[in-house]
């Protein structure tokens, strides 16, 4: 929307700068149409850096998405028994084929009600954004719903009801009741310990305006995915949160010392073309003298004189307008 407010005013000068009914008036608006283009111009470049730095945290963010939901999806997963598909290699051991499928014990509770889910009224406040609980790669295995695999049809087992044995110790002195009896049956459960996000920081010191962490680090070979998360994250509010260049803020103040006007209204102003060099200050003192004038010492007369005048059906010429 600024980018398009911008596009609009440079329009608006430039068709000025043809339909004054003077020169001082054309070359005026010339001026201020091609100081538009520039700040235009860097208003696109700096777009684009934004839309660069939101594009590389939104790839991070959907990667971080998509191992969320290879957890919710494959944490569920169980073992099963591969019926009828068991071996014996040679005379000492036994060969017990499983497969994977999935259990109704689900990762995590849903919501119960998604209006939990809206955000709340208050406009989020991007920039006191700290610290990102982020799940790793290697994270996604401790959170998998724990297998047990139960051997029955057994008698004779002198342990009970012993917990912690090795699998030599739990099996010792067990025989089946009888040939052929022995089963295999299958359970699951969550981990006992809860699962907890790593917390990243996304700024360097952990203070609200703390620089983004070093590129090099954050996104080397070395880095791991939480920090290049973090990184990209971090870049991504901080060019959001500086605003793109703008015209709003003109006066003749703020153009008097400006190459592009200077060097326009130089060429363009006969009283003015005897001056050899516009980046010298005192050769350029009578064009910043007349820039201050004419475009007024503050934005809000700038802005009367400059901008809203053209909403108007018609173009006046200067000498008509008021000076300050």
């Known amino acids: ?17 043809i339909a004054e009914q003077t020169v001082t008036g054309r070359c005026n608006y010339r001026a201020l149409a091609l100081k538009a283009e520039q700040i235009e111009t860097e208003a696109e470049t700096t777009t684009r850096r934004h839309n660069s730095a939101i594009t590389d945290a939104l790839q991070h963010l959907d990667a971080q998405l998509g191992l969320l939901e290879a957890l919710l999806t494959a ?18 051991a036994v060969n017990i084929k499983l497969r994977l499928t999935k259990s109704s014990t689900a990762v995590c509770s849903k919501l119960k009600n998604a209006n939990k889910l809206r955000p709340n009224d208050a406009a989020p406040e991007y920039e006191k954004l700290l610290t990102l609980q982020v799940t790793k790669p290697n994270q996604l295995l401790a959170n998998f719903n724990e ?13 009970g009801n012993q917990h912690g044995l090795s699998l030599g110790a739990a099996l010792q002195s067990c025989a089946q009741s009888a040939a052929g009896t022995s089963s295999l049956t299958f359970s699951q459960k969550r981990p006992s310990k809860t699962y907890t996000a ?15 962490p070093n590129e090099g680090e954050a996104t080397g070979t070395a880095a791991d995915h939480s920090q290049k998360l973090g990184y990209y994250v971090c870049k991504a509010l901080e060019k959001a949160g500086s605003p793109l260049p703008s015209v709003n803020e003109l006066s003749g103040t703020a153009l008097k010392t400006d190459p592009i006007v ?6 363009c102003l006969p009283r003015f073309q005897h001056i050899v060099d516009t980046t010298d200050s005192e050769q350029s003192k009578p ?27 018609s173009h006046t010429s200067l000498s008509e307008k008021t000076s300050a």
């Open 262 to 267: 200077k060097l326009t209204l130089r060429n």
């Open 198 to 212: 790593t917390p990243v920081n996304i700024r360097q010191g952990n203070t609200y305006d703390g620089a983004c």
């Open 1 to 17: 929307r600024q980018l398009d407010s911008l596009r609009k005013r440079t329009r608006a000068w430039a068709t000025a700068a």
């Open 287 to 313: 064009i910043e003298e007349y820039i201050e004038k004419t475009f007024h010492k503050t934005s809000k007369d700038f802005n009367t004189n400059f901008v809203e005048v053209l909403n108007k059906d």
């Open 75 to 92: 944490g569920t997963a169980t073992l099963a028994e591969d019926t009828n598909q068991h071996s014996q290699t040679g005379r000492a």
């Open 147 to 159: 297998p047990t695999v139960t051997i029955g049809g057994f008698q004779s087992c002198n342990t």
